[in-house]
T-cell receptor, first 113, second 116 residues
Framework: AQSVTQLGSHVSVSEGALVLLRCNYSSSVPPYLFWYVQYPNQGLQLLLK??????LVKGINGFEAEFKKSETSFHLTKPSAHMSDAAEYFC???????????FGTGTRLLVSP | GAGVSQSPSNKVTEKGKDVELRCDPISGHTALYWYRQSLGQGLEFLIYFQGNSAPDKSGLPSDRFSAERTGGSVSTLTIQRTQQEDSAVYLCASSSASGGAQETQYFGPGTRLLVL
């Protein structure tokens, strides 16, 4: 079975501050891990994904995430938040023989000036 | 290039009526997925089509829900005898399945369904 836990339904940061969104996973097979972003009234857009190559993954818009097997984590970070980063962020897991994505409950990022 | 498109973007229906939601995947993508996003349940998988294989229907919440994919391209999700708890955003995604589960799923904008 696979599952994802995202700690914190809401995270608030100031513009220019570090963004850290947490994701822990559980998987019975080697996982593939994804971060998606959703802007209001839009679909999901891929930020980055881990597919068993490099453990530090760089994505779009300055985001990156590090796969840590020992901690079963895949936290999303960005050094300096922009107002345009305000959105909802979803972590998801899939795996070989397990094609569908299992999503976390999402974290809404609020960025204040 | 064109992304995943869905229609209608919004649908309001009365309890007990049937609805059909349409998804046009990215051209050439052989895998197609339906997900549902609701306040109470978050994002949940409904059904997965891969080429000519039998679909994975393991996420369909009841037998009122069905989906088909014609010609390996367009898909229709049908909800019969709609209930208020069916109100949600229905998202479609497609992927090039050559890489399997590690392939990126590209999502459409969704259909927002409201059952009165």
């Amino acid at each position: 079975a696979q599952s994802v836990t995202q700690l914190g339904s809401h995270v608030s940061v100031s513009e220019g501050a570090l963004v850290l969104l947490r994701c822990n996973y559980s998987s019975s097979v080697p996982p593939y891990l994804f971060w998606y972003v959703q802007y209001p009234n839009q679909g999901l857009q891929l930020l980055l994904k881990y597919t068993s190559a490099a453990t530090l993954v760089k994505g779009i818009n300055g985001f990156e995430a590090e796969f840590k097997k020992s901690e079963t984590s895949f936290h999303l970070t960005k050094p300096s938040a922009h107002m345009s980063d305000a959105a909802e962020y979803f972590c998801a897991v899939s795996g070989t023989g397990f094609q569908k994505l299992v999503f976390g409950t999402g974290t809404r990022l609020l960025v204040s000036p | 290039g064109a992304g995943v498109s869905q229609s209608p973007s919004n649908k309001v229906t009365e309890k007990g009526k049937d609805v059909e939601l349409r998804c046009d995947p990215i051209s050439g993508h052989t895998a197609l997925y339906w997900y549902r996003q609701s306040l109470g349940q978050g994002l949940e998988f409904l059904i997965y089509f891969q080429g000519n294989s039998a679909p994975d229907k393991s996420g369909l919440p009841s037998d009122r829900f069905s989906a088909e994919r014609t010609g390996g391209s367009v898909s229709t999700l049908t909800i019969q005898r709609t209930q208020q708890e069916d109100s949600a955003v229905y998202l479609c995604a497609s992927s090039s399945a050559s890489g399997g589960a590690q392939e990126t799923q590209y999502f459409g904008p969704g259909t927002r369904l409201l059952v009165l």
